[in-house]
């Protein structure tokens, strides 16, 4: 039987149609604004909703040194914002419940007092004198240099001055959906991933 066939006739197993004993869920709410100061987030109506086993905010793992983690970038990225919001859909807290209807309830009910701050979205603007600084603690609009060099000496010498370039990219393809289930296996304490993508390191 090919594969388009297997698919066809509902035979395929997705992620979704996992369902593991005692499987909890997991629902991220994130920032409607594109660039705003956190003034606050209030998490007690989400914590009175039956069904809720944890909410997690971003001084949660702030407090315990988690709230940056590395990327593939060389670069780092908050897990769960804390004090700023830096781009539109960030994460700004999670709720982990015993369906994802109570999940996603929970989050509804959280209360984030946001103070929006200017915001670009071109990005020669945002690279411009005086444009809105999204991190902070590095000063500046760039948030990454990457220096490259080749060729003879005399060449690179000759190239004192940065050359500006515009790449314009268009891909027709959908965008990634990500899902896993990871059931942690009581006998030996073992944790098995389960997800979608191909390549494990996302995964």
Not at 10 to 38: C, K, Q, T
Not at 40 to 61: Q, Y
Not at 81 to 102: H, L, S
Not at 163 to 185: A, D, E, K, N, V
Request: proline share 7%; aromatic share 6%.
């Amino acid at each position: 039987m090919s594969k388009t066939t297997f698919f066809i006739r509902g035979m395929g197993n997705y992620v979704d149609d996992i369902s593991l004993p005692g499987m909890l869920h997991m629902e991220v709410l994130r920032s409607p604004l594109a660039h705003a100061r956190i003034r606050s987030i209030d998490v007690a109506a989400a914590w009175a909703i039956p069904g809720v086993r944890l909410v997690l905010t971003g001084e949660m793992l702030a407090s315990r040194n988690l709230a940056w983690m590395p990327t593939l970038s060389y670069d780092t990225q908050a897990v769960l914002a804390t004090d700023k919001v830096r781009f539109q859909g960030q994460e700004i807290a999670c709720v982990v419940a015993d369906d994802p209807y109570i999940a996603k309830d929970a989050c509804e009910a959280i209360v984030v007092d946001y103070e929006p701050l200017p915001a670009i979205v071109n990005p020669t603007q945002a690279m411009a004198d005086g444009a809105p600084i999204i991190r902070d603690e590095k000063g500046k609009t760039q948030n990454t240099t990457t220096w490259y060099s080749t060729g003879r000496l005399a060449t690179r010498k000759a190239l004192t001055a940065p050359l500006p370039g515009r790449t314009s990219f268009q891909r027709s393809s959908c965008i990634t959906h990500g899902h896993i289930r990871h059931p942690l296996r009581p006998v030996d304490r073992l944790l098995i991933l389960i997800g979608q993508l191909q390549n494990s390191p996302f995964t």
